[in-house]
């Protein structure tokens, strides 16, 4: 059997949307976020130092990969 190589799927946004976290959110863990009335999974984008962001958080979503959000705190540079 020849093994099969699924790759994933990025796209960056043109420009971020701001949304809000609703489900805690760390590097090794993905958490949920709400954007325009829907919920959505989401996990953190380019963040090499640790980091735990709390339900209620503004974050900003900076694309997508495959049905999860991208996502950096919203006062990341």
């Not at 090794?28 to 984008?45: N, P, R, S």
Request: glycine share 6%.
């Amino acid at each position: 059997m020849i093994p099969c190589v699924v790759r994933k799927s990025i796209e960056i946004f043109p420009e971020w949307i701001e949304g809000q976290l609703t489900q805690a959110l760390t590097n090794q863990e993905k958490g949920c976020c709400k954007v325009h009335g829907v919920y959505w999974q989401a996990k953190l984008y380019r963040i090499n130092r640790p980091l735990c962001i709390l339900p209620d958080a503004p974050i900003k979503i900076l694309g997508r990969e495959e049905l999860c959000l991208l996502v950096q705190p919203l006062n990341a540079t």
